[in-house]
């Protein structure tokens, strides 16, 4: 690598290949089905996949480690080419090489070798792909102490390693991988031919990467095999993860507490009301935090809360459009032509913003709404600056938390949202999972219009997303936490979970969702669940915490 002498990287890259068992183990089957946030997003994507995970600063350090190691690989394969030419010559040729060539050579030893593990990574990763009855077979062509004496002694058949590899692959895989398969032993042939350690090396990577790929479509596949099963159990799920973390001691008080404020005597409100009027309030707060209790969801509500931000700012360029046309004569509200199409090249400089867009006055904003005002008045001249000036104060006014103006607005479209919600919970309330993702997916019969993806401004699309976290939310916590009739203090012990404290939460929540005549009758009942402690995420929202391999839709 340029600006890198041999013995950095040798020194410093890893010893271990990037690809290996461990680093594959989270695409197991036994890790996917006890995946709690795999289980919690299934309820929100109907294509959720594994994916090699390049983005960011994560992916950007990754592939620098990675071509570390290839490079460091490739110094070694260099060390056993020259070796094998020089047991082609005569033994009684004089040495030619120069003193540094010679210190080149022998500098190999010094540092841990890497072929070694990389044989046997290789060995342990095709083993998870093929049948059993194939490992006798692996193990007899991926033995590190023989292959490690054939290169001492320069007779290992790379080639033919890489052909017998890449026709056992060609059986295993899908049949949309062979023509990567094939290129890669192609590709090992010239570079065995030429006897091009760092051509050698691509090739290597390359089977790194179909084995790689070839795990994720196995992963991939149980998915979709096994998504409804998932699916349907994931509550259930959920509420025994949570009770097995209570176990541990853990401590929700905090989130009992969030729960129940602002209200006098919460015990004689509507248990689910007051939930989804706390998620809403978070919603609409954007500088708000959510529960541990919310972390499965975090992401989706940051989501929701940009998207709200988003619909302030459009009702904010409304009242100032309107207020504009006024100043300028004009009597009554604006056209609905006009006003859609000032909201829409608004539309287009904020994505044009991306994420550096701070929702304020921008003034590329208000020069549009003026412009608008201006065309619809039929004024020739060009906007001036005390229009310009009038209108960003204006402007600034409905943007600024600290103005009535501000609260004016989101008090009406807290209202708003608030009543979608409450009509969108109602309607899916006693649905199942299934039936509630199928109801926001495009594609399956009978369902709404509305794509449950982020982006969208409308009020209706929010409060179909919240209403949809907060059901599911509600079916699994509220047995544990929001229908307990006292204090988290007063609870009974939970250091032992017991089966019967199990079945009675999942007879309240888990299969069918919990009506207000059975959280009123389990509120009145003598017998205590233990509270749940909080799931903390799976993965942390910080990109280069991310795991190797990240879930997303497939678009």
């Keep these: 690598m340029p600006g890198r002498g041999e ?40 294509e959720i996949m594994f994916r090699p995970n390049t983005y960011g600063r994560r992916g950007t350090r990754k592939k620098r480690e990675d071509n570390d190691y290839f490079e460091a690989l490739a110094m070694e394969f260099d060390h056993y080419i020259r070796r094998q030419r020089k047991l082609a010559l005569s033994t009684s040729a004089p040495d030619s090489s120069t003193p540094a060539r010679r210190r080149s050579e022998s500098s190999s030893s010094r540092f841990p070798q890497r072929l070694p593990p990389m044989i046997n990574a290789i060995r342990e990763v095709i083993k998870t792909l093929v049948p059993t009855a194939k490992w006798e077979t692996v193990d007899d062509q991926f033995d590190v102490d023989l292959r490690m004496q054939e290169l001492e002694h320069g007779i290992c058949d790379i080639a033919g ?99 129940e404020a602002n209200y006098a005597h919460p015990e004689r409100e509507d248990r689910f009301l007051m939930f989804k009027e706390r998620v809403i309030d978070r919603i609409v707060t954007p500088t708000a935090t959510f529960p541990l209790t919310l972390a499965s969801d975090h992401e989706r509500l940051k989501q929701l809360q940009h998207d709200f931000r988003l619909c302030h700012y459009h009702a904010a360029c409304g009242y100032t459009f309107t207020n504009t046309l006024q100043r300028l004569g004009w009597r009554g509200p604006p056209p609905p032509s006009s006003y859609t199409e000032c909201m829409k090249r608004i539309g287009a ?96 019969p009978g369902s709404l219009t509305h794509q449950h993806r982020g982006g969208d401004l409308s009020l209706d699309s929010i409060s179909k997303r919240a209403a949809h976290i907060i059901v599911l939310h509600w079916r699994v ?47 009145s009942s003598n017998g205590k669940c233990s509270p749940s402690p909080v799931l903390s995420p799976s993965a942390s929202d910080d990109e280069d915490e991310q795991a190797a391999r990240s879930r997303t839709p497939s678009v």
């Design 349 to 444: 400089i904020i994505g044009a913003e991306g994420s550096a867009f701070n929702f304020d006055a921008h003034p590329d904003v208000v020069l549009e709404m003026v412009r608008e005002s201006f065309k619809l008045c039929n004024i020739a001249a060009l906007p001036d600056q005390r229009t310009l000036g009038s209108t960003e104060r204006y402007f600034q006014e409905a943007l600024n938390y600290r103005t009535t103006f501000y609260s004016e607005i989101e008090g009406h479209l807290w209202d708003e949202l608030a009543t979608l919600v409450h009509l969108e919970a109602d309607a899916i309330f006693n649905m199942t999972p299934l039936e509630i993702l199928n109801r926001y997916d495009p594609a399956a």
């Design 161 to 259: 390693l890489f052909e017998w590899t890449g026709k056992l692959l060609l059986g295993s895989c899908s049949p949309m991988r062979d023509p990567v398969v094939n290129a890669m032993v192609d590709k090992s042939q010239q570079a065995v031919s030429a006897q091009d350690a760092h051509q050698l090396v691509g090739s290597i990577r390359e089977l790194f990467g179909v084995l790689e790929t070839m795990k994720l479509d196995v992963a991939n596949h149980q998915i979709r095999y096994l998504r409804l099963y998932l699916l349907e159990e994931s509550i259930q799920f959920e509420q025994n993860q949570i009770l097995d973390r209570i176990a541990t001691g853990w401590s929700i008080s905090h989130e009992r507490r969030w729960f």
């Design 477 to 523: 916590w509220a047995p544990v936490l929001y229908n307990q009739p006292d204090p988290i203090e007063r609870i009974a012990d939970a250091s032992i979970v017991t089966e019967e404290r199990r079945l009675s939460i999942s007879s309240l929540g888990s299969d069918q969702p919990v009506g207000r005549e059975e959280r009123e009758r389990y509120q």
């Design 7 to 46: 013995g950095d990287c040798l020194r410093t890259a890893s010893q271990d290949p990037p690809i290996n068992k461990e680093s594959l183990s989270e695409l197991d089957l036994n890790r996917i089905v006890h995946d709690t946030r795999l289980r919690h997003d299934l309820n929100f994507e109907h």
